[in-house]
């Protein structure tokens, strides 16, 4: 298969090439040159996770130097359960956070992690990613120590939890963690300034791990197979899915999975206080915003890249408002949202996963999927005042947080970030 632009200006390239490419020469994003419709009659029941993905995926790797490498990929990437709970009457929660940094970033950057090991054999890349709080943990764990990658992760200074904070800066050697002034948006900002530097992007053969990143959608189309199915299955109805979102990239690989055939009925968004989406949709207008800090912070992103892969696929804005629907829910809802939750169910829930448990309560009764994005215990300091409780640390989090870190702050200069880099990685 071959991949190109959102823009369609671009010449079409391997998944090899979009991989390590990131984005398209035009600047648009890359996309497959047609989403594959599985038979999902020939998905052997029987087959354990890493397998079916193994399946589902194949089509994407079809004739790719990476090809012989997908089975090996994925057994290495998912080493971890994804279970689906039942969390009331036909309401579940998929949940996606038990890999190394406890949030569903794990899952496709583990993948894209094996797949950059399997293609930087014969040349070093450095790996640079802006995060909002949960990536760039993902990121830096994925690629610790992986020979021949280096990888610059900047995140906004103060503006992530300190358990967030601790996972991303307690790697060193090939991994440069860097708290920016500024905002998410002025890291994702530095990311592509760094990129469109031919200079800097030639001389330390620059890639990226943001969800703009192909073999991090990929592999995240897989557990809404993978769900979806298992439920088809038992209940014989198509789930709906709710989608806590930021950047967009996790509800693409729904809308993806979806279009591969897989049985998902109606797709919904949950946003934080960021509306431009919501906005968007209500008005077919786009606007970019500068991002609102929020308790689900790993969403607060005003200006959401993967929008422009849902805009390719459903070609005009008015089948996009046709197939997409989006909620904002303020921080208030939110805590409220834990509150009630916890009483009525016992169970804890992340700021981020609690803006799907919101909108599930604004939307009729039928099959829905909550995507569960975080272990609660990663935002501790959001849950243990609203609920009164000490919350301890899961134990992938403990083991991260016996680690020892280095803080290193720069200011939103790409010159600085350069230098700080060339002394780590000498
Ligand atoms: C990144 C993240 C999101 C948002 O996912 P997108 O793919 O950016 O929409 C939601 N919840 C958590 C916990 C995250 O880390």
Same mark, same amino acid.
């Given at each position: 298969m071959l991949f190109g632009s959102t823009k369609d200006k671009s010449p079409a390239l391997t998944l090899s090439e979009a991989i390590v490419q990131g *984005? &398209? @020469?035009?600047g648009g994003l890359l996309v497959p040159a047609e989403l594959p419709l599985i038979d999902?009659?020939? *998905? +052997?029941?029987? *087959?354990d996770y890493a397998h079916f993905a193994a399946k589902v995926l194949a089509p994407f790797f &079809?004739? +790719?130097?990476l090809e012989g490498h997908l089975k090996h990929i994925c057994e290495h990437a998912f080493n971890f359960p994804m279970p689906l709970k039942l969390l009331y009457d036909d309401t579940y929660l998929l949940e996606l956070f038990y890999g190394p940094t406890a949030s569903f970033k794990d899952i496709g950057c583990r993948f894209l992690a094996e797949c950059l090991s399997q293609l930087s054999i014969d040349h070093h890349k450095t790996v640079m990613v802006a995060t909002s709080g949960d990536t760039g943990s993902a990121v830096a764990a994925a690629l610790y120590q992986q020979p021949n990658v280096n990888v610059i992760v900047l995140y906004p200074h103060n503006k992530i939890s300190k358990r967030q904070e601790h996972q991303i800066t307690c790697w060193g050697d090939n991994v440069l963690a860097l708290a920016v002034e500024g905002t998410f948006d002025d890291c994702q900002r530095l990311v592509k300034a760094a990129f469109q530097d031919e200079e800097c992007s030639r001389r330390c053969s620059l890639t990226t791990s943001n969800s703009i990143n192909l073999a991090r959608i990929l592999p995240q189309t897989v557990y809404y197979a993978f769900a979806s199915l298992q439920l088809y299955r038992k209940l014989n109805k198509k789930a709906g899915f709710i989608v806590p979102s930021g950047n967009l990239g996790n509800v693409t690989a729904c809308y993806w999975a979806k279009a591969m055939g897989f049985p998902i009925d109606e797709i919904v968004m949950a946003t934080n206080a960021n509306t431009t989406v919501p906005d968007f949709l209500a008005t077919g207008v786009y606007e970019a915003r500068a991002s609102v800090e929020t308790m &689900?912070? @790993?969403?607060?992103?005003? +200006?959401?890249?993967n929008l422009e892969r849902l805009r390719y696929l459903f070609k005009t804005t008015q089948l996009l408002q046709h197939n997409a629907t989006a909620f904002s829910v303020s921080d208030e809802k939110i805590q409220a949202s834990i509150k009630d939750v916890y009483e009525s169910e016992g169970v804890l829930m992340c700021p981020h996963t609690a803006t799907a448990y919101f909108v599930r309560q604004q939307l009729q009764d039928r099959l829905w999927v909550m995507v569960a994005? @975080?272990?609660p215990s990663k935002f501790e300091t959001v849950l243990e005042p609203i609920l009164n409780i000490d919350i301890p640390p899961s134990e992938a989090l403990h083991a991260l947080l016996q680690r020892s870190t280095t803080q290193k702050n720069v200011k939103a200069d790409l010159n600085e970030i350069m230098q700080l880099a060339s002394q780590q990685f000498v």
């Open positions: *984005l &398209a @020469a035009d999902i009659s020939l *998905l +052997d029941e029987q *087959l &079809a004739g +790719d130097k &689900a912070n @790993a969403m607060d992103v005003g +200006d959401p890249s994005t @975080a272990d």
